[in-house]
């Protein structure tokens, strides 16, 4: 390796170190707690379809369409106000978030995939593990965003932890299982934001 | 003066942060979002205190550092943070730091390329 290339890979670790360990400001609080306002509106929507008969793969249908409306909402939002606040540092943060949020969307992807596909009598299962995936998240972003993310991210586990119970004696998956742990967690999340946006000063 | 009639201006190279000390106090909050204290950022960068205390003074004026006084239990204790604004100048000082090492590597490369077909067979 020529004394160049080094100088390049020791650039590029900085900048690594560097989006790291910057808070990362792209998620705007309002659009985080729309995000929960959809969550309990398809919850409700969901259980009124529900009283008419079981919602079978309609239901995971359902959900896996929310959440890329809800990533997507996050996502345009997130990319606008990187740029706006982040500046020069944008990109940099967004390819750092995004490594941090690939791994789990995956993993996210995969396990609903493979059970809906080999085993879609245990589907129950899902949200308990959605909510386990989401809180895992919010644990390792703890460095990235404000501290108290943990408080969400908690409830996510606490949740997640109650659905999986809760689906184990069922053996169906209900709505609320999904609706009052999502829309609970993400105005937590929104308000842990909007609370440190106004101790920052910044938006 | 426009990007491309001097494509080698590197007017983005801040002098605040081209001086091999505070490249290192700066380098070494970068990757402490809560900070460091004057104790560690002086063994990090191998510096003295009256050096270190004077950077970062300039740091500070210029708004790129931020010096929090205060105590830890009944010692006094100081905590340096970089700002907003130091992070996203020490951003965009990297940005073209990269870029100028990219460039004299792709002019090194080139450099090698032509020697080698100059060279008898």
């Known amino acids: ?203 | 003066m426009g990007g491309n009639e001097a494509p080698f201006a590197y007017e983005g190279l801040d002098r605040i942060f081209h001086e091999r000390a505070r490249l290192g106090i700066v380098t070494s909050l970068a990757g402490h979002a809560e900070g460091l204290g004057f104790a560690e950022l002086k063994m990090l960068c191998g510096l003295t205190d009256g050096n270190l205390s004077r950077h970062l003074q300039v740091l500070e004026e210029a708004g790129l550092v931020n010096l929090d006084k205060g105590y830890e239990g009944k010692r006094p204790f100081t905590r340096c943070i970089l700002t907003d604004t130091g992070r996203d100048r020490f951003a965009a000082y990297l940005d073209v730091l990269s870029e100028v090492v990219r460039k004299a590597s792709q002019a090194n490369a080139g450099a090698r390329k032509s020697s080698s077909k100059a060279r008898p067979v």
């Open chain 1, 1 to 203: 390796m020529s004394e160049i290339d080094r100088a390049l890979s020791e650039l590029a670790f900085i900048q690594d170190r560097f989006a790291a360990s910057t808070r990362f400001r792209g998620l705007a609080p309002l659009a985080v707690a729309a995000t929960g306002v959809i969550a309990l509106l398809v919850a409700a929507t969901e259980s009124i379809a529900a009283t008419r008969g079981p919602l079978g793969s309609d239901f995971v249908a359902t959900w896996v369409a929310t959440a890329i409306v809800a990533a997507g909402l996050l996502g345009v939002e997130a990319l606008g106000r990187a740029r706006r606040l982040h500046a020069g540092m944008a990109e940099m943060m967004l390819a750092s978030t995004l490594r941090l949020l690939l791994p789990f969307g995956a993993a996210g992807a995969v396990i609903t995939f493979v059970i809906m596909r080999a085993a879609p009598d245990v589907a129950w299962i899902l949200p308990g593990l959605w909510q386990m995936l989401v809180a895992l998240l919010g644990f390792s972003a703890v460095g990235t965003l404000p501290k108290a993310i943990m408080w969400p991210a908690g409830w996510y586990f606490l949740s997640g932890t109650v659905t999986l119970l809760l689906g184990a004696y069922s053996g169906t998956p209900d709505p609320w299982m999904m609706g009052a742990p999502f829309g609970v967690g993400q105005l937590l999340v929104a308000f842990v934001l909007q609370r440190e946006g106004a101790i920052d000063g910044g938006e």
